[in-house]
């Protein structure tokens, strides 16, 4: 009788202890139902945690949004030098770091265009057709539309000092200036010729090197 009055005593606890523990153990399962169907009840203590966090998130927002701008600046930092990159294998000629690659792209697509008097259109165009085109359409700068006329429109300079966009004026026949051209870099530029169309050619070639007049850099541009 002593004996089973001491396990008693045991087991009573034993019983309670248990029973404590699966009623603990029920109620989180229900309180983890309610939160996936319902979320959290309003007004927990815990809200101010939550605020927090949305202010977090937030941040992170901004954070996120700075390194959009500032992944966007390298790319187009990266496809400038790509363009760059191309344009000066393209054409055979060391181009400049920080030069535009719009307005590399609008002169390359001018190679091939045939020669026609008068015309300043990708359909046809003479010399300084083309380069009037040109700069009106990058920079939106007027220039005189004969080849002799854009002398009023540059400040002359020595030839090595020429660099990208300067225009290069010729005395076909050696008394005025009847020919321009683009000039790249490399003692090359880019002109309409009237059997070959619009192309690249190089000072090196006597026949240029002979009627080569002038280098002008244009006003507008300095």
Known sequence: MRNIMSFSKFLLPLILLIGMSSCSGLREHIRQQQLETHGPPKGIKDYQTHGNSHTVKSNDHKNSDNQDVSDTKNTDRHNSSAEINKYSEKWDVNLPTDADAAFLKEIDTWLGTPYVYGGESKSGTDCSGMIQTIY?????????????????????IPLSKAKLGDILFFKINFQTVGHVALYLGDRKFI?????????????????YSKRYYKCGRIVAMQ
Do not use: P, W
């Open 136 to 156: 009106k359409t990058i920079y939106g700068i007027s220039l005189q539309r004969s080849a002799n006329g854009m002398q009023k429109d540059v400040d002359f």
């Open 191 to 207: 002109h309409a010729t009237v059997n070959r169309g619009v192309m690249i050619s190089c000072l090196d070639e006597l026949y």
